[in-house]
Each structure stands twice: as C-alpha cells, then as structure tokens.
C-alpha cells in the first residue's frame, strides 16, 4: 500500500476509535456517560500513540539513518563503507535505495578527480623540479603552498621544514629585504635583483640573481597569492657587461679617425670652387660622419647615465625657448626629407628647473627619432604645456605608428623594432627615458598604427631637489 493512503486509513482509524468506543461502552455495556468518555479519551490517546509509532517506523527513522549516514559518509572523505539497509514504508525505501545511489556515484566520482588530481599534480612537481630556477608559490600570508629543491637551496630552507613562512624562514639573508618588499607589494608584478651567494656551493661566490613576483588568485579559496621565480642572470650580466666593455673600448677607438674625417671633409668642402658633384659627396661624408658620431655618444651616454657619471647642472629653463632651439637645428634635415616640422607655442609661460643639455638631448633624440620613421610630406608637431605643475613636453609625427605590444620595451637598451634594425644600436629612446627619470619624471608612447605616434615625457617641479642631491 503506498504511504499517502495508509496514512489516510491511520488517520481515519484513529478518529473513528474513540467514538466507536463511547457508542459500544455507552449504549451496549450501558457504562456511564462520564466514564465512557473518560475510556474514549484513553482510547484516542493510545491510537494516537499507535499512529504516531506508524509513522515513525515507517517514514522518520528511515529519514532520520539517511540523514546520520550521509554525514558519516562525508566524515569518511566521500567513501560509501556499506550500503542503507532499506527501510520503511514504500517511499521510504525508494528514498533510501536512492540516496545509496547518489552516495556510490559520488564516491567513485571522487575517487576518479582524486587520482586526476593527483596525476596533475605529479606532472606539475615533476616540471617545476625539473626547472633551474627556484619557483614557489605563497599565500597572502607569506606560507609556502608548494616550491621546488632550486627554490629552498637558493634561500637556504631545510626540505624536511614541515612549514615554511616568509620571509623568516630563509637562512640566505640576501634574499630577506627583496622578499619582504614583494610580499608586502600590493602591485600584480615586481621585479628586483640582488648579489647572493649560493649555500652549498664550493667557495659560496657571489652570484646575480633576478626575483620576479606575480600574484594569482587562489582558485579554492579565493584568496591572494604570489607566484616567485628566482632566476641566475649571472651569465646574462657577464654578457651586458663585456658587451658594454667592447662597445666602450670600440667607441674611443673610433673617435680618433672619425675626428680625422670630419676634419678633412670640412676642410674640403671649404677649397675654391668645388664641383656640385664633390659638394654632394663630401656633404654625404658629413652626415654620415655626424650620425657615427651620434651613435658614438649615445653608447658613452648611456654607460654614463647607468653607471650614476653624468655631470648634472640644474637650471631654469623656459619651455618654448627650448623647443624652439631644437626646432632650429632640426630644420634643416626636415626640410631636406620633405617633412614639415613645427612647433606650438604654450598657452603661458612653462618654466621650470632641469639640466637644460640632457632635456635638449631628449627632445633632439624624439625629433630624430621621428624624422627617421615619418614618411616625405608628413609633418612632425613639438608641443609643451603645464599640468599640476608638471612640465609636459610632446612630440607628434604622423609615421607610421607603434604596435601596442612594443609600447613598453621600445624604451629599453638595444631594443627595436624589427623594421628599424638599420637605424642605429636602439639606445636613443632609452637615453630619453633615463635622463627623464633622472629628473623623477616618465615618459611614455601614445600611438596608433598607420596614423602615427606621440611621445610625451614629464618634468615635475620635485626635479630641482633630486638634481641638487645627485650634482
């Protein structure tokens, strides 16, 4: 019989038991009308009792075993030991041969993404060990949630270490001020290098090491993390550094008979009566021996500008006489590649306080750089204007722009575009960015392919202070 009519049928006999039994006690035994009430009671009581027995064997207590069972079956980490024995009326059996079900599947389900898990996680400890760099991964609160054997020699950790926090944990007390910053950074990426010694290793002599922290979210908890990768760039720096030695000993190698050319060549150009033919050459000469020359002082500035030797002499400086000065030297070359070139005057006076050369320097590198790249009939816009008392100085062209992707790096050393390989070493706007933020200004590239390019860099009034400490 299904539960709702033998519910219904319980119900209906213990409403009809107590006047069935004042009717017999009443008008068969002829019991007083207040004791057979009295028995009625009773009997309303006791069949009340009985149906509430039913329905509890039947439908509450086999809910009652599914409801202990399940959490059982979750304290056990999803393993079903023994099915539900069935139990209770129809339904109730149903239920629990249901709820056996859902529980086996579940269980073997689990069973199945645990192995994957633990697969992925095999291959995943098995790639990071296998790279030479030391990795970890860090919670918000400085514990390390996995690292490979790279990563705990370099900062000196015991593999053994039940649980490791940082910074603290580390005996390589190099590593401790750059960690310490990067974990209390709240930016999405920082990168910094440091000299360290390498524990174990014979002789403990110092290497080059690049950190770079990058945080992630925790996908389970939802909480911040970082990943850190701790590279040796030792070899790197060996590189840079013998490769910037060989271009300084190639550079003052190159002045002596380069000043010889340039002398020769001016003191031909300047002989009576030159043919148009060996005016063109010899200006062609000139040139050519001007850009080597460029190229030549870029390296030295660089190194110079690197390295903290470039003399500083701070000064005030008006915006519009600077630009015009490079307007005028920078006619000429314009003129000569049909490019127009031109300058907008500031609203008001834009004064402030700089090293008025190494500014000249960076507008005549932005303007240089623009004539190289800007095509005959094009035309090149300087600029200047104040803001929150900042100096903002622009340089537009109309060449032929700069992907977004190489925005960024186009200001590093020796970086260039693969297109402009024939334009020198790549140090000019790289010298514009160190000699901006020498004055604790940026720069930066606003440009859209096909319609050109605009390089803006900021001078702020904070420039007087930081050229007067460093001078």
Not at 28 to 37: I, V
Not at 364 to 371: H, I
Not at 439 to 450: A, D, L, P, Q
């Amino acid at each position: 019989m299904r539960t709702n009519a033998r519910l219904y049928l319980l119900v209906l006999l213990a409403s009809l038991l107590p006047l069935a039994v004042l009717f017999i006690l009443t008008a068969a035994l002829r019991y007083p009308l207040p004791l057979a009430a009295l028995c009625a009671a009773a009997a309303a009581a006791a069949g009340g009792v009985a149906v509430s027995a039913l329905v509890s064997r039947g439908l509450v207590r086999p809910f009652l075993n599914v409801s202990a069972s399940v959490k059982k079956f979750i304290a056990a980490d999803y393993k079903l030991n023994s099915p539900l024995p069935k139990d209770g009326w129809l339904e109730a059996s149903g239920f629990v041969s249901a709820m056996n079900r859902v529980m086996l599947e579940l269980s073997a389900y689990r069973g199945f993404r645990l192995n994957q898990v633990m697969e992925e996680s095999g291959r995943a400890e098995a790639l990071i060990e296998t790279i030479t760099d030391g990795v970890l991964l860090v919670d918000d609160d400085g514990k390390v949630i996995c690292s490979n054997h790279a990563a705990l020699k370099l900062l000196g950790i015991a593999k053994s270490q039940a649980e490791v926090i940082l910074p603290g944990a580390e005996t390589n007390a190099a590593f401790t001020p750059v960690l310490r910053q990067m974990l209390a950074s709240g930016e999405m990426c920082t990168r910094a290098e440091l000299a360290a010694s390498v524990p174990g290793s014979p002789g403990h002599p110092l290497k080059d090491f690049q950190v770079i922290s990058t945080r992630f979210l925790r996908a389970t908890l939802k909480r911040a993390g970082r990943v850190i990768v701790i590279r040796d760039i030792s070899m790197e720096k060996e590189i840079e550094n013998t490769k910037e030695t060989f271009f300084q000993m190639i550079t003052h190698d190159m002045r002596a008979p380069l000043s010889s050319i340039v002398g020769y060549t001016n003191m031909l150009s300047g002989m009576p009566a030159p043919s148009p033919e060996s005016s063109k050459c010899l200006e062609t000469i000139t040139r050519s021996a001007k850009r080597l020359n460029s190229m030549i002082d870029d390296i030295l500035d660089a190194t110079k500008l690197e390295r903290g030797d470039m003399p500083l002499e701070a000064s005030r400086i008006q915006a519009a006489e600077l630009l015009a000065r490079v307007c005028e030297a920078q006619a000429p070359d314009a003129k000569r590649r049909g490019i127009e070139l031109s300058l907008l005057p500031p609203a008001g006076a834009v004064e402030f306080t700089g090293d008025y050369r190494l500014l000249e320097r960076v507008v005549l590198n932005l303007v240089g750089n623009s004539l190289k790249f800007t095509q005959p009939g094009g035309a090149i816009t300087l600029s200047c204007r104040e803001s929150g008392g900042d100096a903002i100085f622009s340089v537009e062209d109309t060449g032929p722009g700069i992907p977004e992707d190489k925005r960024t790096m186009i200001f590093e050393k020796y970086a260039q575009m693969d297109e402009h390989r024939d334009f020198g070493f790549g140090l000019g706007l790289a010298i514009c960015k160190m000699i901006v933020e020498l004055h604790g200004g940026r720069i930066w590239v606003e440009s859209e392919v096909g319609k050109g390019s605009r390089f803006i860099f900021s001078i702020p009034p904070a420039a007087a202070q930081i050229l007067s400490e460093r001078a």
